[in-house]
């Protein structure tokens, strides 16, 4: 799908699922000119590392999540099942922290040539470094309100992947299943579907 595909069906799936109060103005924000969200990289070298990445990752993780929720093993054994609502919100949005943060330029790189040549590239800029889960935890809460699951899984969709305390994420992954949920279909949209040699 193109960039212009992938934001239609990101609408379509967020109107369809999230209906919550503020729900409308956070998608407002995410179309206006004030975030750069449907064009962003999800990454600066590793998956999405380009226009419309994160927009495209959010989708997969979507996808991966409502594909692991729907096993038949995750519902009977483990009684796991969430609202469309629920499942839209913390996969769409768990990567809001990246809005705003990639600049684009150029750096430079040798060929096997042995000719230098400018290639684009991102980097990093964050104007509001407040972690990673935490700060899209963050910015959502500014526009609707989470449950404290939704909130959790938001916050720790990384796993152990991150550099908090480890026993604090294992027992926020043990008290949420829906972080250890979101957390697999991250990493599953991260490596196996977006890795570098899928690029």
């Known amino acids: 799908m193109n960039l212009s ?6 609408i379509s799936i967020y109107k369809e699922n999230i209906a919550r109060p503020g729900s409308e ?3 407002d924000y995410l179309l206006s000119s004030s975030s750069d969200f449907f064009a962003a990289p999800a990454s600066t070298r590793y998956h999405g590392n380009y226009e419309g990445g994160l927009l495209e990752h959010s989708l997969n993780v979507y996808d991966c999540l409502c594909d692991y929720l729907s096993r038949e093993k995750v ?9 469309d609502e629920t499942i839209a919100i913390v996969s769409l949005l768990h990567d809001l922290c990246k809005i705003n943060v990639y ?3 150029f750096r430079n790189v040798k060929g096997e040539d042995g000719v230098w040549r400018q290639v684009p590239n991102y980097t ?3 104007n509001l470094p407040y972690g990673h889960g935490e700060k899209s935890v963050y910015i959502i809460s500014g526009f609707m309100r989470l449950s404290r699951e939704e909130a959790f899984a938001i ?11 480890k026993n604090t994420v294992g027992n926020a992954l043990e008290m949420f299943p829906l972080a250890l949920a979101l957390n697999i279909a991250d990493m599953e949209a991260s ?9």
């Open 155 to 165: 916050r720790y969709h990384m796993g152990f992947s991150g550099e908090e305390n």
């Open 75 to 83: 519902k009977n054994d483990f009684g796991l099942e969430y609202s």
């Open 124 to 126: 990093y800029d964050d």
């Open 5 to 10: 595909d992938n934001k239609e069906r990101f």
């Open 191 to 199: 490596f196996l579907i977006e890795g570098k040699n899928n690029v």
């Open 103 to 105: 600049k684009s330029g």
């Open 25 to 27: 103005k956070l998608l």
